[in-house]
């Protein structure tokens, strides 16, 4: 009887043991999770302000032809030269008459810089908005950052018919919140007219190219030979930009540049009467800002000496140039 009296209170010992271990094993698993949940719940409101983000901008994008003032084809207009016109108020509806995506408006994403655009649809992080067409398989439109290295990003999508200007294709439109870097904005020299035909400072001229899928403020930059360093200067202090994969012209006098190559949109003027000191027949040209530059240095062995010829890199970042037909606006 004892003895049964004694395994009876030791396994009552065991259960009073075993009840306040499980006690102290989920009080101290409660604060672990309510631990977590704080730091998840942070993280999941952040997740749940990108998503929002995300489908505002995909709805905007797909919810009109988009607007600037009474116009529906603000494809045709400009950011960067002249008076500034896609400015705040404007609606980057990217369909056509049809309810397509219209290649023409989905390119004309490139006229607008990064910031610009982000706070027009107003997205508090980095973004990246691209079409693909399905068959082929092609990016046909891209703007804006990369995501492949960021650690959180959220991606919302919508299958629809692009029109390229020829064909309609089935599609995917992909807009990108993430967080992570900007998308970087460097431009290079690409052409060089430092000995023309005409003489005098006016007729020289500078090709920089954009390779970026936004567009770059110029203002920003300077340009400098072995003498001098100039400002690019915007008239009545306008925000002048190069879109998305285009050329700018650097020169003393846009007015004859135009008049002797054509009305071309993206035409400069440096601060002073020349570019540097004037481009002497040997030379080193600097494009640079904040700590990018961009060098090249010449002599008349290289060519392009007061022929009508300039000098040209054979790709944007290539090291090799050589003389060729001037080909001003076009890389």
């Known amino acids: 009887m004892r003895r049964e009296l004694n ?24 604060a672990f999770h309510s631990s977590m949940n704080y730091r998840i719940g942070i993280d999941l409101d952040n997740n749940d302000n990108r998503v929002v983000m995300a489908r505002e901008v995909i709805s905007e994008l797909t919810g009109s032809q988009g607007k600037i ?11 960067g030269t002249g008076t500034v016109q896609l400015r705040n ?31 027009e649809l107003e997205v508090e992080a980095q ?16 703007w804006g950052g990369d995501a492949s290295t960021s650690s959180i990003s959220v991606k919302s999508e919508r299958y629809m018919l692009y029109n390229d200007g020829t064909n309609t294709l089935p599609a995917l439109l992909t807009v990108t919140v993430y967080e992570g870097a900007p998308p970087v904005s460097n431009i290079y020299l690409t052409e060089i007219m430092y000995n023309p035909s005409s003489s005098g400072a006016n007729y020289e001229w500078v090709e920089v190219y954009n390779p970026n899928t936004i567009a770059i403020y110029i203002s920003s930059w300077t340009i400098s030979d072995l003498k001098e360093k100039d400002s690019i200067i915007p008239e009545d202090d ?8 285009s050329a700018g012209i650097l020169t003393a006098s846009p007015t004859i540049f135009k008049s ?7 035409v400069f003027s440096v601060e002073d009467t020349s570019i540097g ?12 800002k904040n700590s990018f530059s961009d060098l090249f240095s010449y002599t008349t062995d290289k060519g392009a000496n007061a022929n009508g010829k300039t000098l040209t ?19």
């Open 127 to 142: 973004l990246r908005i691209e079409i693909r067409t399905l068959v082929p398989d092609e990016s046909v439109c891209l």
């Open 277 to 288: 000191n004037g481009l002497d027949d040997k030379d080193n040209l600097t494009l640079s």
């Open 238 to 245: 306008e925000a002048i930009t190069i879109p998305a994969k």
């Open 69 to 79: 003032g009474e116009a529906t084809n603000w494809e045709t207009l400009e950011f």
């Open 89 to 119: 108020g404007v609606t980057v509806g990217l369909l056509n008459s049809n309810g397509e995506l219209d290649s023409a408006k989905c390119k004309a994403l490139g006229k607008f810089p990064y910031t610009a655009l982000r706070d």
């Open 313 to 331: 890199r054979s790709c944007y970042n290539c090291d090799d140039w050589a003389e060729a037909a001037e080909s001003a606006g076009t890389v």
């Open 260 to 266: 002797t190559y054509g009305d071309y949109a993206y």
């Open 7 to 30: 395994r009876d209170e030791n396994a009552v010992t065991h259960v009073i043991e075993f009840t306040i271990a499980l006690t102290i094993f989920v009080l101290i698993l409660q």
